[in-house]
């Protein structure tokens, strides 16, 4: 199953030659041109392979491949936890589980949502390589977008860190955090001697968490949390700075399995802007029964 985009050559377009049509009409970058116009069915006309320099006429169709050629021997196919939000050709949302890691690293070669997902395209049939947009550290659970092709990955990659990119979180927190709302506009960095840990740091990468108090009851807060930017672990940092790490967080507070064996955070609202259609999405999952026990445990009501 491979994943084309298509256009008609209405009388506006004529004159135009195919590399222009690409760019303007499909919006494929530079590099998705260069790529596709070596491929035989790359860049089709009427069916008929065509180079960047073809005009097309009035009433014949433009064809553009999108996926994949073939997947990369990066990312193995396996069997594994995959809950599926939605999926079209074009991209892929998933409820990730706390404890799968995203992405291939020491110790985790056939065991990530990529080996997962390969194997979900290879058993129905798709032409798909492990495209992420953005990351969950392994203890995180909940949503996160995956794009199906290079073009895909391209303009939602564009989309991080705007208003049409909004990531919104849960974490349960030590004490009771306040102000009840504002934002953590601190630079992070990785913390010098660990290969791991990060820190709040005056010679970072600028980063900037909004959050709102939604429950406390002095000894545990819920808060929703929204990301700006992206850094490592920016959530865990910024609130472990403000003396108020979250709940389990072995790295960046205190690692307590009997309330919950991971950091206390869930990605629980997700949208975006369709990358081809241009359509706002947007998605919202149910906590995990682990975060879930704790929140109604410690956090029975207001305060």
Request: contains cysteine; aromatic residues 6%; positive net charge.
């Amino acid at each position: 199953m491979v994943r084309r985009l298509e256009l008609l050559i209405s009388s506006t377009l004529v004159g135009q030659d195919v590399d222009t049509l690409l760019r303007k009409q499909l919006g494929l970058s530079g590099s998705m041109v260069r790529r596709v116009k070596f491929l035989e069915d790359g860049i089709l006309v009427d069916g008929q392979r065509v180079n960047t320099r073809f005009f097309p006429k009035e009433g014949q169709r433009l064809s553009v491949r999108l996926s994949d050629t073939q997947p990369s021997m990066g990312t193995v196919p396996r069997e594994g936890p995959l809950d599926i939000v939605y999926e079209d050709p074009d991209v892929i949302v998933l409820n990730k589980q706390a404890g799968v890691p995203v992405h291939i690293g020491l110790g985790h070669y056939d065991d990530t949502l990529g080996n997962f997902l390969m194997y979900h395209y290879q058993q129905t049939g798709q032409v798909c390589d492990f495209h992420p947009i953005h990351r969950l550290d392994r203890g995180t659970s909940g949503l996160l977008v995956v794009a199906k092709h290079p073009h895909a990955q391209e303009k939602l990659k564009q989309q991080l860190h705007t208003p049409d990119f909004v990531r919104s979180y849960l974490a349960i927190c030590e004490g009771n955090v306040s102000p009840e709302q504002g934002a953590i506009c601190m630079p992070i960095g990785r913390r010098e001697g660990s290969l791991v840990e990060h820190c709040v740091r005056p010679d970072g990468k600028y980063a900037c968490t909004h959050y709102h108090v939604q429950k406390s009851n002095g000894s545990y807060s819920l808060v929703e949390l929204r990301l700006e930017t992206g850094r490592t672990h920016q959530i865990r940092v910024h609130m472990a700075y403000l003396g108020h790490p979250l709940v389990g967080d072995f790295l960046y507070g205190t690692e307590n399995p009997s309330l919950i064996a991971r950091p206390a955070l869930h990605s629980w609202k997700l949208s975006f802007l369709h990358p081809i259609c241009h359509i706002p999405l947007s998605f919202q999952c149910l906590l995990p029964s682990d975060f879930l026990n704790l929140m109604k445990k410690n956090i029975s009501k207001n305060t």
